[in-house]
């Protein structure tokens, strides 16, 4: 009853969101609701907190360096039903409120990189879908996503989102910790600087389980390597130098 109960809120949240008319000022207005706070997680981070998920991001570098997010089999069913379009303004990309858009540095780095760059999601648009607002501030620079070679975008990155809804029929809840990593290059635009990390991690945890991933951000990555990108928590924390779990909990 209770499940059925919270399933009902979430579908009456989605659907309200539905009757609002989603445009730029909606969007606008929404950012504005969650400015970003200080951090001491390094000189030039900030946090950035919203009714969906937490994160830290270095925003000298435009690296979302640990997010937050608990996915359940609630917000599985709800994204089912609201079945929000990955089109138009629900897959535009904006900045947190009071930072740069990097849409023209993207653009820059796919003038000049052989292989395309992505605006590779740290905590997955398809998860966070369950209402309009969360796919909307799923989409956002710096807070929740990286420079991230395609290959690596459609391979290990998409799997571990795969896992996370696959999960969800064994367990009403998955808690899921995700992050960039290191500096395999940079682009310019102006006077904005985005670097391209080495590496995306996540952890997922759910019930007695605890699964983390060391993934190569790579454009030769695929799904089937997956696998072999599995590590232990400790070397998970070794690569890092920190541990999330320990930062949001």
Same mark, same amino acid.
């Given at each position: 009853?209770? /499940?059925?109960?919270?399933?009902?809120?979430? &579908?009456?949240?989605?659907?309200?969101?539905? !009757? =609002?008319?989603?445009? %730029?000022?909606?969007?606008?207005?929404?950012?504005?609701?969650?400015?970003?706070?200080?951090?001491?997680?390094?000189?030039?981070?900030?946090?950035?907190?919203?009714?969906?998920?937490?994160?830290?991001?270095?925003?000298? +570098?435009?690296?979302? &360096?640990?997010?937050?997010?608990?996915?359940? @089999?609630?917000? +599985?069913?709800?994204?089912?039903?609201?079945?929000?379009?990955?089109?138009?303004?629900?897959? !535009?990309?904006?900045?947190?409120?009071? =930072?740069? #858009?990097?849409?023209? *540095?993207? /653009?820059?780095? $796919?003038?000049? %990189?052989?292989?395309?760059?992505?605006?590779?999601?740290?905590?997955?648009?398809?998860?966070?879908?369950?209402?309009?607002?969360?796919?909307?501030? %799923?989409?956002?620079?710096?807070?929740?996503?990286?420079?991230?070679?395609?290959? =690596?975008?459609?391979?290990?990155?998409? !799997?571990?989102?795969?896992?996370? @809804?696959?999960?969800?029929?064994?367990?009403? %809840? *998955? @808690?899921?910790?995700?992050?960039?990593?290191?500096?395999?290059?940079?682009?310019?635009?102006?006077?904005?600087?985005?670097?391209?990390?080495?590496?995306?991690? /996540?952890?997922?945890?759910? #019930?007695?389980?605890?699964?983390?991933?060391?993934?190569? $951000?790579?454009?030769?990555?695929?799904?089937?390597?997956?696998?072999?990108?599995?590590?232990?928590?400790? =070397?998970?924390? #070794?690569?890092?130098?920190? #541990?999330?779990?320990?930062?949001?909990?």
């Amino acid at each position: 009853m209770k /499940k059925t109960i919270i399933n009902l809120l979430l &579908l009456v949240i989605s659907l309200h969101a539905g !009757a =609002q008319t989603i445009n %730029s000022a909606y969007v606008k207005a929404l950012y504005q609701q969650y400015p970003t706070l200080p951090s001491d997680f390094c000189p030039s981070c900030k946090l950035w907190v919203n009714p969906y998920y937490r994160s830290i991001a270095d925003t000298a +570098r435009h690296m979302p &360096l640990v997010t937050y997010y608990v996915y359940t @089999r609630a917000h +599985r069913i709800a994204q089912e039903t609201a079945n929000v379009p990955r089109t138009g303004i629900y897959a !535009a990309w904006h900045p947190a409120y009071g =930072q740069p #858009d990097e849409t023209k *540095v993207y /653009k820059e780095a $796919n003038a000049q %990189s052989v292989n395309m760059i992505a605006k590779g999601h740290c905590q997955a648009w398809i998860l966070l879908a369950w209402c309009a607002d969360a796919a909307i501030l %799923s989409d956002t620079y710096t807070f929740n996503a990286g420079m991230e070679y395609q290959g =690596q975008n459609i391979g290990t990155e998409i !799997a571990t989102e795969e896992l996370c @809804r696959k999960l969800t029929d064994k367990t009403d %809840s *998955v @808690r899921i910790w995700c992050g960039t990593f290191g500096s395999a290059n940079s682009y310019t635009k102006g006077k904005l600087t985005v670097t391209v990390p080495t590496h995306y991690y /996540k952890i997922i945890k759910y #019930d007695n389980e605890l699964l983390c991933y060391w993934m190569p $951000n790579l454009p030769t990555e695929k799904r089937a390597h997956l696998a072999q990108r599995k590590v232990t928590h400790q =070397q998970l924390i #070794d690569n890092l130098g920190f #541990d999330p779990m320990q930062v949001f909990h």
